[in-house]
């Protein structure tokens, strides 16, 4: 198993993080890095504003501050130096 290195654990170079860090105006909780270094999986109470740098495309967040009824989870649409999340929804 691999060790922490700086609170994050590789796995064949994904980064499993846990860590809560500010990106861009939003403060998050980072669960997942790409061998980039760039997010691929996130957790908070605000989506993250457009066109922040850092979070990989197609990267996941989740909203946890989201009415009952209402989707949390957002995709980014945009690359990782200019994000733009979108509401995934059902069809």
Same mark, same amino acid.
């Given at each position: 198993? !691999?060790? +922490?290195?700086?609170?994050? =654990?590789? @796995?064949?170079?994904?980064?499993?993080?846990?860590?809560?860090?500010?990106?861009?105006?939003?403060?998050?909780?980072?669960?997942?890095?790409?061998?980039?270094?760039?997010?691929?999986? !996130?957790?908070?109470?605000?989506? +993250?504003?457009?066109?922040? !740098?850092? @979070?990989?495309?197609?990267?996941?967040?989740?909203? =946890?501050?989201?009415?009952?009824?209402?989707?949390?989870?957002?995709?980014?649409?945009?690359?990782?130096?200019?994000?733009?999340? =979108?509401?995934?929804?059902?069809?």
């Amino acid at each position: 198993m !691999a060790e +922490p290195v700086n609170g994050q =654990t590789n @796995y064949d170079q994904i980064g499993f993080d846990g860590t809560t860090t500010k990106v861009g105006a939003e403060t998050i909780t980072v669960l997942m890095r790409d061998p980039s270094g760039n997010i691929l999986w !996130a957790t908070g109470t605000t989506v +993250p504003t457009d066109a922040t !740098a850092g @979070y990989a495309k197609g990267a996941l967040f989740i909203d =946890t501050d989201v009415a009952t009824g209402t989707t949390g989870l957002n995709c980014n649409k945009g690359v990782t130096t200019s994000c733009q999340f =979108t509401a995934v929804t059902q069809a």
